[in-house]
């Protein structure tokens, strides 16, 4: 019922919207996703969810999910016919270059807090799943957070390695000077000290523009998330990718669960993706 119900909001939401756009005449070209409402067959369809973790402790906030919680959030996933993929798999899957298995499931981590490594790698590690960490190069080594030995160690443990800018600035802030230099050093720092190409970034705070996307493409990134609710598809910009935000809240395995299977029904109803 309540399945129902979300689907019959998200129609007038999209009709309503739809209307905006037409009237507005910007986005009157761009097809809206032909996916049927039941949410089953977009379940079916080539789509990433993109989950995005921050701390993985006991701390009492919402962005800190227990390391009881997380283990017990990736078994869900085994047990449910999900597929944890890496980032390079994402890619080559959203590209087109490579088939996405079914029910892919990308899990990242933004801001590279120290349990990243201390708590949530050995469990990775257990399970043999592959992750992305995207750290903030000027606080990597810093008190709370990983040091380049730990990310060096995360790496050869099947932990991608990219970049959340190198302080953490909002990019919608910053003069486009300052902006090219937060993706050009972060890059390079990563390169130096890890011996590998950072090809991901991830928005601090998810703030973005069109223009902003555009100059992370051309600082030579192969893509970058968002905070944006929803699933990764064929439909998605490769440089404002949906993610899924997971939080500790009063019963966090249900919220898990909620979100993680009404992402489809979000995604792909016409949800504008820009
Ligand atoms: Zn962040």
Not at 27 to 51: C, D, F, I, Q
Not at 219 to 229: D, E, I, L, N, R
Request: a negative charge.
């Amino acid at each position: 019922m309540l399945r129902f119900a979300a689907a019959v909001l998200i129609v007038v939401l999209c009709a309503a919207a739809g209307m905006f756009f037409l009237a507005n005449g910007e986005k009157a070209a761009r097809p809206v996703a032909t996916y049927s409402y039941s949410g089953e067959s977009v379940k079916n369809a080539p789509h990433v969810l993109v989950l995005n973790y921050h701390k993985v402790d006991e701390t009492p906030i919402s962005l800190s999910v227990s390391p009881a919680d997380f283990a017990a959030q990736l078994r869900y996933l085994l047990e449910n016919d999900f597929n944890v993929i890496n980032i390079n798999q994402f890619y080559d899957g959203l590209t087109g270059q490579k088939e996405l298995p079914k029910n892919a499931v990308l899990i990242t981590f933004d801001d590279g807090y120290k349990d990243n490594y201390t708590n949530a790698f050995p469990i990775l590690r257990q399970l043999n799943l592959p992750a992305t960490i995207f750290v903030i190069t000027d606080f990597v080594g810093q008190k709370n957070y990983v040091t380049w030995d730990d990310l060096r160690e995360m790496a050869v443990g099947g932990i991608s390695v990219e970049s959340h800018t190198k302080t953490h600035n909002s990019l919608t802030d910053l003069t486009d000077e300052a902006l090219k230099e937060e993706l050009r050093a972060s890059k390079e720092r990563i390169k130096k000290e890890l011996a590998k190409d950072a090809d991901f970034l991830a928005y601090p705070t998810g703030a973005y523009n069109l223009h902003i996307a555009g100059l992370v493409k051309d600082a030579g990134y192969k893509a970058a998330f968002t905070v944006k609710y929803g699933n990764a598809d064929g439909d998605s910009n490769l440089y404002a990718v949906e993610r899924v935000p997971i939080f500790h809240t009063e019963d966090t395995m249900k919220s898990f669960r909620e979100r993680i299977s009404y992402t489809p029904l979000f995604s792909g109803n016409g949800w504008e993706k820009n």
